[in-house]
Nanobody, 120 residues
């Protein structure tokens, strides 16, 4: 059983910063990727950033230079440092974990999400 628990969301002013955390637990030893996605009301869930087991990071163009994804393998935690947050950054932010259940089969797990609200 795999569980993901996000935290760190809240109310932030435009241009402000916060750090999101996602702690993974359970059978995660075959994880190949962790990432952050977000979904605003009326919109589809979209990729924000991912980090692979090898340490490769990828970002959505809209957040490059402002957001930073990182991880602490020992704590099974992935972070998203959010800087210079814009109004369109308001959304529920979800953590995703990808795991190889067999050599050829992958499964994805999602957290429950953490709300980020942007308002002055």
């Amino acid at each position: 059983q795999v569980q993901l628990v996000e935290s760190g969301g809240g109310l932030v002013q435009p241009g402000g910063s916060l750090r999101l955390s996602c702690v993974a637990s359970g059978s995660i030893f075959n994880a190949y990727v962790m990432g952050w996605y977000r979904q605003a009301p009326g919109n589809q869930r979209e990729l924000v950033a991912t980090i692979s087991s090898g340490g490769r990071v990828d970002y959505a163009d809209s957040v490059k230079g402002r957001f930073t994804i990182s991880r602490d393998t020992g704590k099974a935690t992935v972070y998203l440092q959010v800087n210079s947050l814009l109004l369109d950054g308001a959304a529920v932010y979800y953590c995703k974990l990808g795991i190889y259940t067999t050599a050829a089969v992958r499964k994805e797990y999602w957290g429950q999400g953490t709300q980020v609200t942007v308002a002055s």
